[in-house]
């Protein structure tokens, strides 16, 4: 019986060391059977904490997404404004530029500009005025010469 019990450690001893010498095909084989018996065993804790993760991921996402859509939409408007801002000096601006090339182009044609008809206004209220008044006393001066004329 010894003998037998020899023999059968003899091909045990093989066994252990083609173990030890498992192609990594295998290995992952066996890592991938160890992975779902680990699966099985702790089953629905896995998922619920997988699932609690994937939770607290996907809002961790949304709020820094919503945050970097608030900034864009700002820099946005600021830029937006900017923009309004540059292109109504740039309106101005060639609107002057336009203003005064046109006044240029007038008075080269003897058109009066805007000053000078205020001036000739002005000037007419004040004949107007002193006219109104030669002829206020004028009226007076021709009323009595008249009747001396005929006295």
Known sequence: MATSDSSKR???KP??????????AQQVWLAGLGAMAKAQEQGSKAIETLLNDGLAFQRKSQAEAQQRLQEATERLSH????FGQQATGRVDKLEHL??????KALHRLGMPSLLDMQMLTERVAQLEAQLASLQGSKPAAAAKKPRSRSA
Do not use: G, L, N
């Open 10 to 12: 003899k091909t045990a």
């Open 15 to 24: 066994s252990s060391a083609s173990e030890a010498h498992t192609p990594p």
């Open 79 to 82: 830029m937006a404004s900017d």
């Open 98 to 103: 336009f203003e005064d090339r046109v006044a």
